[in-house]
């Protein structure tokens, strides 16, 4: 029925369209306001809950900081004003908990809730925790009670940052979050060392916690400037500068120096206790030694050069000389006094600089807001008077309208039918009305000009590109729209097969001459892009392969041979690795390992050992036929030596040293027999009855010295006081050990001894006070705080050695891995929280650990899959939009060409509209499941 109008009635015809439009428009406006209007309020309620957030996490880090003062001073300070920042923290919490009441119109998610009510239970906790401090109770926990406090604090502002939904807002608000993670990392780095400064020391486990947070406060300022304009980076910088803030950073630089200056000591203290350093270890002493100078004053690291420069290699270090050293170690390592008060002022005014710009931040953000509510509502007015003045407006000059356009119509679309017959892009529309439709004519005749044109490039462009000729590809003419586009494209297209080529061809040049340094860096789309992936992948590993190759010989060629290797490489290179592996392998065996083992075994006496001759050929066979020849001499002298001594001991002095010897060999066996010639000359029967007596215990045995003069009379007397000496010592040693039988640890020797006896007595204290220390003190307090659910106390084993050491770093060793897993699970789930389904737990671990380890990254996979999918059927529901406003545009062209098919164009846009609006609340369906993920 609707073909056998006039148009002039179909034009009229379609003014009822644009009419029920408005009237669903006015509807659809109406709705969409009190949606907005509801979505931005909801956006300033987000804003005014961190605002009380922020005031809650900066109140409770205060009253942390002055809570470790408080400690650390064991309660000789800041009593006063602990007392008046707990009433400003309760007064902070009680307006939260207000707040919090203020948001259960909103969608929260299911974290959120539990931040929530994890931050209602601690507040509820806050007073057993102050009582603690109060009492100074030592297991306290209180640092670590309000860190967890404030990081359930902020780590909900950051889960209310979703509802932020415009981008320059939300790009303000993520950059306010970090300012108040810097802030509260800032307040644990003041509450630590305020309790450090005012103890003036420090456990092992302490300067690591510091440490971690100084990381963080680089990790938090990183991502304030990725978030923050160039105003709020130009205002950081200058907070920066402050004086207060360079105080900061200069007493921090005393703990972080003294923390590495430890580090050093140590390493120094672990090289000296061997006594003989070979040169690779003298080397190793003197790289500490420079790493020490930036640490020290000139006149200790002049000091304890000239010591360390004392030592030969392959010698024994001097006692004197080894004391000296050590004596000077102990004096370095004494953290430098810090005054607790001016550290805390400083900081604290660090952090008020800080806490300012977070506030001026946040009112600006505020101010924001509000205006942003204000706008909303008055466009949507405006929005809602122009389509009711649009409406009457139409329906008025509709028909007025419609009659002038009926003429101008006819006329294009005759042209448009004999442009479609012929194919003649050279007709033009004869109409020269200077209104939209002359416009429209204009415009036609201007296409059909522009087709011309954009046909003969294209023509021109894809012979250049079929005969190689890629510098001919240029686009001349100049076009709009859809046109533009497909000329652009077929240019680009051309342009960046010749840029592909040209790289590709760069980087074999490259490789051809041994650099694998060069990759494609053109930005290359489809089996373009693929191909720069594989050319760029397979550069990639032939440097990988080279670099692990070289990395073994570099190593053969400095004598390195404990590195290991992983052989992730394939084919040819795989196997040059593993030939190389193989050598290093071999070396390492016969060096470290067998000729190792026979020194090892020589340095404890054991000289019959011999390197197996079997198996080996060349260099490394005549190596251990020289080592077996020399180890075999050795253990010849040494055997005569031994006949000797071991006669000597049992009293005969009638044996010499036999056999045929050259150089010092022999020069030891003529000394060795002089003297057991004198000894047969001169000791009689009172030096052998009172060492007979002595091998029996008996001690109270002496040699008669009134008829003897001159050595025998020195010898008699030496003799005596030996026995004597030994008498006093033995009968202390014995009283300890009975001591030490019934579990008495605290005893000791009191003797007044010189030389090797005071080294003994002095040793065996030690070890009695450090056997005590161990087991009554270090090992129960970790024991205590283990059963708290403490991991971070560890056993001090800087100054330990031998089984004392073992036995703390053992205990060290088997809280540190389970430390490690708790702290891989919660970087984990720290990272699903944010978003990041690419986290895994990469560290080795071995039984249930390696379970535990398996199924958290199995969960991580599944979650990323799921997410995957979702990503995919988003991208297919935006390439469904894509093809629609295609199909859209298409209509549109049509009805430009076709003026007979109006109404069915205005059916199909209606249709394509309602589709676009089903595809976008997909969309937005879509995307709020991946934010609530």
């Known amino acids: 029925m609707l073909k056998n109008l006039p148009i002039l009635l179909k034009l009229l015809l379609i003014l009822l369209i644009p009419s029920a439009l408005c009237g669903m428009l006015i509807y659809q406006l109406n709705k969409t306001s009190e949606v907005q209007i509801t979505a931005q309020l909801d956006i300033n309620k987000v804003i005014a809950l961190?605002?009380?957030?922020?005031?809650?996490?900066?109140?409770?880090?205060?009253?942390?900081?002055?809570?470790?003062?408080?400690?650390?001073?064991?309660?000789?300070?800041?009593?006063?004003?602990l007392a008046e920042q707990r009433l400003k923290a309760d007064k902070a919490a009680e307006a939260l908990l207000l707040e919090l009441d203020e948001i259960k119109t909103l969608s929260l998610n299911k974290h959120s809730i539990e931040v929530i009510s994890t931050l209602k239970k601690q507040f509820a906790e806050r007073e057993t925790v102050r009582s603690k401090v109060d009492t100074l109770t030592s297991d306290s926990d209180f640092f670590a009670f309000y860190s967890s406090l404030n990081a359930n604090a902020i780590t909900l502002t950051e889960k209310l940052s979703v509802y932020i939904t415009d981008p320059t807002l939300a790009a303000k608000f993520k950059a306010s979050i970090q300012l108040i993670w810097l802030k509260e990392h800032l307040g644990q780095v003041r509450g630590a060392l305020n309790g450090i400064f005012a103890k003036g020391d420090y456990a092992n486990n302490r300067a690591t916690q510091v440490n971690q947070f100084l990381a963080q406060l680089v990790i938090r300022e990183r991502q304030f400037k990725h978030y923050a304009n160039d105003e709020y980076l130009s205002l950081y910088e200058t907070l920066k500068s402050k004086k207060e803030v360079e105080n900061v950073k200069s007493m921090t630089s005393i703990f972080t120096n003294n923390v590495e200056l430890r580090n050093q000591n140590k390493a120094?203290?672990?090289?000296?206790?061997?006594?003989?350093?070979?040169?690779?270890?003298?080397?190793?002493?003197?790289?500490?030694?420079n790493e020490l100078k930036p640490l020290v004053s000139n006149e200790f690291y002049s000091s304890?050069?000239?010591?360390?420069?004392?030592?030969?290699?392959?010698?024994?270090?001097?006692?004197?000389?080894?004391?000296?050293?050590?004596?000077?170690?102990?004096?370095?390592?004494?953290?430098?006094?810090?005054?607790?008060?001016?550290?805390?002022?400083?900081?604290?005014?660090?952090?008020?600089?800080?806490?300012?710009?977070?506030?001026?931040?946040?009112?600006?953000?505020?101010?924001?807001?509000?205006?942003?509510?204000?706008?909303?509502?008055?466009?949507?007015?405006?929005?809602?008077?122009?389509?009711?003045?649009?409406?009457l407006i139409s329906l008025v000059m509709g028909y007025l309208i419609a009659r002038s356009i009926k003429l101008a119509l006819n006329q294009i679309q005759q042209t448009i039918e004999q442009v479609q017959q012929d194919n003649n892009y050279?007709?033009?529309?004869?109409?020269?009305?200077?209104?939209?439709?002359?416009?429209?004519?204009?415009?036609?005749?201007?296409?059909?000009?522009?087709?011309?044109?954009?046909?003969?490039?294209?023509?021109?462009?894809?012979?250049?590109?079929?005969?190689?000729?890629?510098?001919?590809?240029?686009?001349?003419?100049?076009?709009?729209?859809?046109l533009s586009s497909l000329v652009k494209q077929i240019e680009t297209a051309g342009r960046q097969v010749g840029t592909g080529v040209g790289e590709i061809s760069s980087v074999m040049s490259a490789v051809k001459q041994g650099d694998f340094s060069n990759t494609i860096q053109a930005d290359l789309k489809g089996q373009l892009g693929q191909l720069k992936e594989d050319v760029n992948n397979t550069v990639i590993i032939c440097d990988q392969s080279f670099s692990a190759i070289t990395s073994v010989v570099t190593d053969l060629a400095h004598g390195n041979l404990n590195n290991q290797y992983a052989n992730d490489l394939t084919g040819e290179f795989g196997n040059v690795l593993n030939s190389a592996i193989q050598c290093r392998d071999i070396l390492h065996k016969t060096i470290e390992q067998e000729i190792q083992q026979l020194v090892d075994a020589a340095s404890k006496g054991k000289l019959d050992v011999q390197i197996k001759e079997t198996g080996k050929e060349g260099c490394f066979l005549a190596l251990t036929v020289g080592i077996n020849k020399l180890q075999t001499l050795n253990r010849q002298v040494i055997g005569e030596v031994d006949k000797v001594f071991a006669n000597l001991a049992k009293g005969s002095l009638a044996t010499n040293i036999e056999g045929n010897f050259d150089g010092a060999y022999a020069r030891l066996q003529e000394n060795a027999n002089k003297t057991i010639l004198t000894l047969e000359q001169i000791i009689e029967k009172e030096i052998a009855n009172i060492v007979d007596d002595c091998l029996i215990g008996e001690l109270s045995s002496r040699i008669n010295t009134q008829d003897k003069e001159g050595f025998f009379l020195s010898l008699s007397q030496s003799l005596n006081n030996l026995v004597s000496l030994n008498q006093n010592v033995i009968s202390e040693l014995n009283s300890v050990a009975n001591s030490l039988a019934n579990g008495n640890l605290h005893v000791s020797v009191v003797g007044d001894y010189k030389g090797e006896f005071n080294s003994l007595k002095v040793n065996i204290n030690k070890s009695l006070s450090e056997l005590s220390q161990v087991i009554e003190v270090e090992v129960q307090e970790v024991i205590n705080e283990l059963k708290v659910g403490n991991l971070d106390k560890r056993i001090d084993s800087e100054n330990k050695q031998g089984c004392f050491l073992q036995l703390s770093d053992g205990v060290n060793q088997i809280i540190s891995v389970v430390s490690q897993v708790l702290n891989d699970l919660d970087s984990l789930f720290e990272s699903l929280v944010s978003g990041d389904l690419t986290a895994r737990v990469t560290t080795h671990y071995d039984g249930q650990f390696k379970r535990l380890k398996d199924n958290a990254n199995n969960t991580v996979s599944k979650l990323d899959s799921?997410?995957?999918?979702?990503?995919?059927?988003?991208?297919?529901?935006?390439?469904?939009?894509?093809?629609?406003?295609?199909?859209?545009?298409?209509?549109?062209?049509?009805?430009?060409?076709?003026?007979?098919?109006?109404?069915?164009t205005s059916v199909s846009v209606q249709r394509v509209n309602e589709s676009a609006k089903v595809a976008q609340s997909n969309l937005m369906d879509t995307e709020q499941l991946m934010l609530t993920m």
């Open 268 to 289: 120094l203290k672990v090289l000296l206790s061997q006594n003989v350093v070979n040169q690779n270890e003298l080397l190793e002493l003197k790289q500490i030694l």
């Open 426 to 482: 050279s007709l033009r529309v004869p109409l020269k009305q200077k209104d939209e439709i002359g416009k429209t004519a204009d415009n036609i005749n201007s296409l059909l000009g522009n087709l011309r044109m954009a046909f003969d490039e294209i023509t021109t462009m894809s012979d250049a590109l079929a005969n190689g000729r890629y510098s001919d590809i240029n686009c001349k003419g100049s076009y709009t729209g859809d």
């Open 866 to 904: 799921l997410l995957s999918n979702l990503l995919t059927l988003a991208q297919s529901v935006s390439n469904s939009v894509h093809e629609i406003a295609h199909a859209n545009e298409d209509l549109r062209r049509r009805t430009e060409s076709q003026a007979s098919a109006v109404e069915q």
């Open 304 to 391: 304890l050069s000239g010591e360390i420069n004392l030592i030969q290699p392959n010698s024994e270090i001097a006692t004197k000389n080894l004391k000296r050293i050590n004596s000077l170690l102990s004096t370095a390592v004494v953290l430098l006094k810090v005054d607790a008060k001016t550290w805390f002022l400083n900081a604290t005014e660090e952090i008020k600089f800080v806490n300012g710009l977070i506030q001026t931040l946040s009112s600006e953000i505020s101010t924001k807001a509000q205006q942003t509510l204000t706008n909303t509502q008055k466009t949507i007015e405006k929005a809602l008077y122009t389509v009711l003045a649009f409406l």
């Open 50 to 81: 961190t605002q009380g957030l922020n005031n809650v996490a900066h109140n409770f880090a205060v009253e942390r900081g002055i809570s470790a003062g408080f400690l650390g001073s064991r309660g000789a300070e800041g009593k006063q004003a």
